[in-house]
């Protein structure tokens, strides 16, 4: 046996590309929306999501024993704590256990994770299903979705954020206030959706905003300044953002819950060599979803978190949490409207649509529950 400590954890103050919502005007079905006038912010933190800090525990992260014969894998991942149960299921030993031997490699973004995976310097990936994947998927790439990675709960953990002064001021005091004003997501792509699906509940679509690209960090730094007008920040950053008195939530929850943005992705390849070693991996990701899903708050599941994302334990703990599959079920038709919504967009770079389900190999969750049923 011999004790490891592999991850890449560079200090790292970004979230990712976190996700994606519906265009009702171009006629995808699937959620329903409303496009009532929103009420006014109450220009303070979200209650529910932002208790007052306070000393956190701060546990000892066991060492983990790696059998000498485990097989190696490689996984990119962007250090936000949507991934926490890729990061929870490797520092308690979980993938350990299933006889592998996992290198976590760090990446600043996702843009590179569905090329990295193609071309198999990443076994494994986990990151948003955007245009990047289903571009490489239509030049037949040879990268295959085997899990899910996180949804949305409600409220929602990537909110429609505005500046605290334009609350007080009243100068923006609904959705609807936003038509043809400066609003910032992260990346092209996947925020876009989310961000469509907020604005229509107040009558609006992406097209009747001007739309900006801003990291998270960035745009909260932005709309203290004014330079943009309301933004879509990811948590942790968006209870911080609150804590701050910087930004306050314009929109809470929105009706995009009954989506999977990101997903579990891996190289054809070595899918086919490891079909074992595969399960085994998704085996130790659910069971670390679960234990996530029964008490995220955990001291030690926090200082996980904190060890990947340099975020600090009581912000992860009252920031709202992502929502994970404990059963590993992928939702084919939310995959369909994501697909949609960048054609539409004008973001793919083929003509005809893909089958998202001939994109889709269940088998390594099926095999996990088995195992994690034995």
């Given at each position: 046996?011999?004790?490891?400590?592999?991850?890449?954890?560079?200090?790292?103050?970004?979230?990712?590309?976190?996700?994606?919502?519906?265009?009702?005007?171009?006629?995808?079905?699937?959620?329903?929306?409303?496009?009532?006038?929103?009420?006014?912010?109450?220009?303070?933190?979200?209650?529910?999501?932002?208790?007052?800090?306070?000393?956190?525990?701060?546990?000892?992260?066991?060492?983990?024993?790696?059998?000498?014969?485990?097989?190696?894998?490689?996984?990119?991942?962007?250090?936000?704590?949507?991934?926490?149960?890729?990061?929870?299921?490797?520092?308690?030993?979980?993938?350990?256990?299933?006889?592998?031997?996992?290198?976590?490699?760090?990446?600043?973004?996702?843009?590179?994770?569905?090329?990295?995976?193609?071309?198999?310097?990443?076994?494994?990936?986990?990151?948003?299903?955007?245009p990047a994947y289903w571009n490489a998927a239509s030049q037949g790439l040879g990268v295959r979705i085997i899990a899910p990675g996180h949804a949305e709960g409600s409220p929602v953990a990537t909110p429609l954020m505005?500046?605290?002064?334009?609350?007080?001021?009243?100068?923006?005091?609904?959705?609807?206030?936003?038509?043809?004003?400066?609003?910032?997501?992260?990346?092209?792509?996947?925020?876009?959706?989310?961000?469509?699906?907020?604005?229509?509940?107040?009558?609006?679509?992406?097209?009747?905003?001007?739309?900006?690209?801003?990291?998270?960090?960035?745009?909260?730094?932005?709309?203290?300044?004014?330079?943009?007008?309301?933004?879509?920040?990811?948590?942790?950053?968006?209870?911080?953002?609150?804590?701050?008195?910087?930004?306050?939530?314009?929109?809470?929850?929105?009706?995009?819950?009954?989506?999977?943005?990101?997903?579990?992705?891996?190289?054809?390849?070595?899918?086919?060599?490891?079909?074992?070693?595969?399960?085994?991996?998704?085996?130790?990701?659910?069971?670390?979803?679960?234990?996530?899903?029964?008490?995220?708050?955990?001291?030690?599941?926090?200082?996980?978190?904190?060890?990947?994302?340099?975020?600090?334990?009581?912000?992860?703990?009252?920031?709202?949490?992502?929502?994970?599959?404990?059963?590993?079920?992928?939702?084919?038709?939310?995959?369909?409207?994501?697909?949609?919504?960048?054609?539409n967009r004008g973001q793919l770079d083929y003509d005809e649509d893909l089958d998202p389900a001939s994109l889709v190999d269940t088998q390594y969750v099926d095999r996990a529950n088995q195992l994690l049923g034995e």
């Amino acid at each position: 046996m011999r004790t490891r400590r592999r991850a890449s954890l560079p200090v790292f103050q970004r979230c990712l590309i976190v996700t994606v919502a519906l265009v009702l005007a171009i006629g995808i079905p699937g959620l329903s929306l409303t496009s009532a006038q929103t009420p006014a912010p109450a220009c303070a933190p979200l209650a529910s999501a932002t208790p007052a800090p306070g000393a956190m525990p701060a546990p000892v992260i066991p060492a983990v024993e790696v059998p000498e014969n485990a097989i190696p894998v490689t996984m990119g991942y962007v250090p936000v704590s949507i991934y926490a149960p890729v990061f929870v299921a490797f520092e308690k030993g979980y993938f350990a256990e299933r006889g592998l031997d996992v290198t976590l490699e760090s990446l600043a973004g996702g843009s590179d994770m569905v090329l990295l995976t193609a071309t198999g310097d990443f076994d494994l990936g986990i990151g948003g299903i955007g245009p990047a994947y289903w571009n490489a998927a239509s030049q037949g790439l040879g990268v295959r979705i085997i899990a899910p990675g996180h949804a949305e709960g409600s409220p929602v953990a990537t909110p429609l954020m505005i500046s605290k002064v334009a609350c007080e001021s009243g100068s923006i005091a609904s959705v609807a206030d936003l038509r043809g004003k400066r609003v910032a997501v992260n990346a092209p792509g996947a925020t876009e959706l989310w961000l469509d699906t907020a604005l229509r509940t107040g009558g609006l679509a992406i097209g009747d905003v001007d739309l900006q690209f801003l990291s998270f960090p960035d745009a909260v730094v932005a709309l203290e300044s004014g330079a943009i007008d309301a933004a879509m920040i990811g948590e942790p950053l968006a209870t911080k953002a609150e804590q701050d008195g910087f930004a306050v939530r314009l929109l809470a929850d929105f009706p995009v819950q009954d989506i999977q943005p990101t997903m579990i992705f891996g190289n054809g390849q070595w899918l086919a060599d490891n079909p074992e070693a595969a399960a085994g991996f998704i085996a130790a990701y659910l069971r670390a979803a679960r234990d996530l899903t029964e008490n995220f708050n955990d001291p030690l599941n926090l200082a996980i978190i904190e060890k990947y994302t340099q975020v600090p334990p009581a912000l992860i703990a009252g920031s709202v949490k992502p929502v994970y599959s404990t059963d590993g079920a992928i939702d084919v038709a939310g995959i369909a409207l994501l697909q949609t919504f960048f054609r539409n967009r004008g973001q793919l770079d083929y003509d005809e649509d893909l089958d998202p389900a001939s994109l889709v190999d269940t088998q390594y969750v099926d095999r996990a529950n088995q195992l994690l049923g034995e």
